[in-house]
């Protein structure tokens, strides 16, 4: 499965294609994280566009399936750890929403490397910086997304 | 007007001769269902079919209908109007759709308000009917001013008999195409004769519906009438009848945009029987419950049509009884209203 | 009539002249061959249009929110009983109000299967006797093997009589089919372009008249999502790729509550398969949180909670 969207990425992205990736971070934990990170100069592919929310519980589905429509090539969700949600169980609620829509979306057939979840705490600038790398490492490697391109 | 015969393998020359000035339309099987698709050849369609799902009113109402489109680039805004309209031949349509065109054409260009899309679409379409030879036990189109052999509305009918179809024009424009057609052979009286004979032999099979004409009058008392109550019961509120149906024109209009600030505005089918259908921008809705949409939609074709047009709003076609999801039957709720005990009031 | 029909018209009759309800809802003879329509009874005299055989696809769980006055009694297949249960679950339904009268179902015919094989004949009477569907039209008649028609989701079904019911009908059927959701592992072996491929070729036949929406007893938003217009979410257009989104989110938000009863999938007048999506929904529900819908009035839906324990092995693995 892998080869085959490793040859259609060679064929449809040009070496001008550059992933854009859009990240749904939650404002205590990820996003401090993001901040940190930033503070911090460590060094990751530009290719996110971060939009902050209060807690990663507050991220409905239609975000990222409206991402995925308007034509973002890749999704990073990122929240607390559990256990260390600033409203206690926010994150919880996502990971649950999360699951169910991945795999619903894969079964549809949505390349799996495109959506990305992980945890990333306020303290985890580093961490941050390497889980944009992968996340942008898996979306090119399937490609920029076409799938729900209109045609007029 | 012409008579001609046809045999059943120059039907690929017709339409190859038509295709020099005409884009070809017809009913092609597409797994399984018949949907009037563009055809470049006679063999991609299926000219023996009962009837399709979807009317042939897609092709000059289409389901999804840009009316225009826009480009944007810095601040200079381009827009794209629709390109005009090429000439269309609708062939094998049955007489009850060409009829439905008829009642389309009285909506879309009533007084003041003329639709420039579906009209534009209409003066450049050739209607080329196919007669049926086997109406199904659904089908009342001679009830409602139609028939199986109906040549109305349409510009050229075909009947099939033998190894030959019996090829009929009854406008001018028909006459011109079939003039253009060096090979058709000319109908025999005898066969002339039997062809009718079987015409009218298969019109009369069609079950009648009485009073279908004067249905409105009744239902001129009945707006109150518990039996809407009735019939609202098990209808779902979905669009398949409305969609399916030929007559049916409603639809909505909405702006879609792309990231990269091109967009465009289109025209969808809409359906009186969605909640939202009539919901105002005051937040107001006329038409809350199912049973007022149920009502509404029986008044249209059969009381609003005739006081505005003149004309029975269905052509008979049966669709909407073959594909409802819970089974409704619009035959049913006709004996109904005649039976109503409200009829005899006032 | 079959026994179970004469029981069913029975039950229904008693319950009317005692008074226990108001309403019974069931299903009667459609105005087609394999058609049947929602029934609403209130007078005991008409309990013989009962009636309830492989042509009833419907989920008239559906329409008892539309009744939250009265007492009502219904006829409830599997499926139904657990839309019924679901629904009370959710707070839509009083169930003091409800007297589910359990039936064992044998499954429903796929209509659409049907036609495809009998193609441009109308067909005039559908029988079943024993294994054999009996198709017959004007100038035909074809004798089919009955288990080749029935739907898909009945054959993998293991609730074909209520597991919640107040009163029993028959004999109620416990099924000891094991399911392994096989159809859809041999559906995730193929590629993401296939997959696809699949639903865009499925969908696209979609006009987007909502009978689907409307005839599934969880689907009950008074707004629905692609309704809503502040903000536009996504498109209303019969465009593939505004049919494909649709159904996915649909799809999505049923997760957890679909009782999988085929009827979207039945009442769809285009023939679309939306059984394999339902599949899809019962398995992720199943395989991750062990809940399966209506079939009892103590476990919150999975989508109204959650667990420290989760599984999240999708989550990405930075090196």
């Known amino acids: 499965m892998v080869e085959e969207t490793k040859q259609a990425a060679k064929g449809e992205a040009s070496e001008e294609w550059k992933p854009k990736i859009i990240a749904f971070l939650c404002n205590w934990c990820s996003y401090a994280g993001a901040d940190l990170a930033g503070v911090s100069r460590v060094q990751y592919p530009p290719n996110i566009r971060i939009v902050r929310v209060p807690c990663s519980g507050r991220i409905n589905p239609f975000f990222i399936i409206k991402s995925l429509s308007a034509g973002w090539d890749g999704i990073l969700v990122s929240g607390c750890h559990p256990g260390d949600c600033h409203y206690i169980s926010g994150n919880y609620v996502a990971r649950r929403r999360f699951a169910i829509l991945r795999d619903l979306l894969i079964f549809m057939g949505v390349q799996p490397e495109r959506l990305n979840f992980t945890w990333v705490s306020a303290a985890e600038g580093e961490r941050f910086g390497k889980v944009v790398k992968k996340t942008v490492e898996n979306v090119k490697s399937v490609g920029p997304n076409k799938m729900f391109e209109k045609d007029w | ?346 | 009539m079959s026994d179970l029909e004469s029981s069913i018209r029975e039950t229904a009759k008693n319950l009317l002249t005692e008074g226990k309800v108001d309403l019974i809802l069931g299903y009667e003879k459609g105005a087609l061959p394999l058609r049947a329509a929602p029934c609403f009874i209130t007078d005991p005299t008409d309990v013989d249009r009962l009636v309830f055989d492989y042509s009833c696809d419907l989920n008239l769980a559906k329409f008892l929110r539309e009744h939250p006055e009265k007492k009502l009694g219904i006829i409830s297949k599997g499926c139904v009983g657990r839309g019924v249960i679901h629904l009370v679950v959710e707070n839509q339904l009083n169930k003091e109000n409800i007297t589910i009268i359990g039936i064992p179902c044998q499954g429903v015919i796929n209509r659409s299967r049907v036609i495809r094989k009998i193609g441009e004949r109308e067909i005039l009477e559908v029988k079943v006797e024993n294994d054999k569907l009996l198709v017959k039209g004007k100038d035909f008649e074809e004798s089919l093997p009955l288990d080749d028609y029935i739907n898909n989701l009945c054959k993998t079904c293991h609730y074909k009589s209520p597991p919640v019911a107040d009163i029993t009908v028959g004999e109620a059927t416990a099924s000891s089919l094991q399911d392994n959701f096989e159809d859809i592992t041999s559906f995730e072996s193929k590629t993401p372009g296939e997959k696809m491929e699949y639903f865009k070729d499925e969908l696209n036949r979609c006009i987007r008249c909502y009978a689907c929406r409307e005839a599934c007893p969880v689907c009950y938003c008074s707004l629905c999502f692609i309704d809503q217009n502040k903000p536009v979410w996504f498109g209303k257009t019969a465009d593939i790729t505004d049919n494909f989104i649709f159904h996915m989110i649909r799809a999505l938000h049923v997760a957890g509550r679909c009782v999988s009863c085929g009827a979207c999938s039945s009442v769809c007048p285009m023939g679309i398969d939306l059984n394999l999506l339902n599949r899809k929904v019962e398995q992720i529900v199943k395989e991750r949180y062990n809940f399966e819908s209506g079939i009892s009035l103590e476990t919150p839906p999975p989508m109204g909670a959650h667990k420290f324990e989760d599984g999240q092995e999708f989550m990405i693995e930075e090196d």
Not at chain 2, 89 to 107: K, M, T
Request: charged content about 30%; proline content about 5%; overall charge neutral.
């Open chain 2, 1 to 346: 007007m012409m008579q001609k015969m046809i045999s059943k393998d120059k039907i690929s020359k017709f339409i190859s001769v038509l295709q020099k000035e005409y884009k070809i339309f017809g009913p092609v099987r597409e797994k399984g269902d018949i949907v009037f698709k563009e055809v470049q050849s006679a063999d991609e369609m299926d000219l023996d079919y009962l009837n399709s799902k979807i009317p042939p009113k897609s092709v000059l109402f289409p389901m999804v209908d840009t009316l225009f489109s826009y480009k944007k680039d810095g601040e200079k805004v381009e827009i794209i109007e629709n390109k005009p309209y090429n000439k269309v031949v609708i062939f094998g349509i049955r007489p009850c759709d060409a009829q439905s065109f008829y009642l389309l054409h009285n909506f879309f260009n009533f007084g003041k308000f003329k639709d420039p899309n579906f009209l534009d679409r209409l003066l450049n379409t050739v209607l080329i009917g196919i007669g049926c030879l086997n109406p199904r036990n659904t089908c009342f189109c001679t009830s409602v001013n139609g028939g199986p052999f109906n040549s109305e509305h349409v510009d050229i009918l075909l009947t099939k008999f033998k190894e030959n179809y019996f090829i009929a024009s009854s406008t001018d424009d028909g006459d011109v195409i079939l003039k253009k057609m060096d090979f058709l052979s000319d109908a025999k009286d005898s066969d002339v004769k039997e062809i009718e004979e079987m015409q009218k032999k298969v019109e009369s099979s069609i079950k009648i519906i009485e009073d279908l004409e004067d249905l409105h009058k009744i239902l001129d008392n009945m707006y109150e009438d518990p039996l809407w109550e009735e019939c609202a019961l098990g209808c779902l509120g979905c669009g398949t009848c409305s969609y399916l149906c030929p007559t049916c024109h409603c639809f909505d209009v909405v702006d879609e945009n792309k990231p990269d600030g091109s967009g465009r505005r289109v025209r969808i089918w809409d359906t009186c029987q969605f909640p939202l259908f009539t919901l105002e921008t005051s937040g107001h809705n006329p038409r809350t419950n199912k049973i007022q949409r149920a009502r509404q939609r029986i008044y249209h074709k059969f009381n609003y049509y005739p006081k505005n047009y003149n004309l029975i709003g269905c052509v008979g076609c049966g669709r909407c009884i073959l594909y409802c999801p819970v089974s409704n039957d619009v035959r049913e709720t006709f004996s109904k209203i005649k039976k109503a005990p409200s009829k005899t009031e006032g």
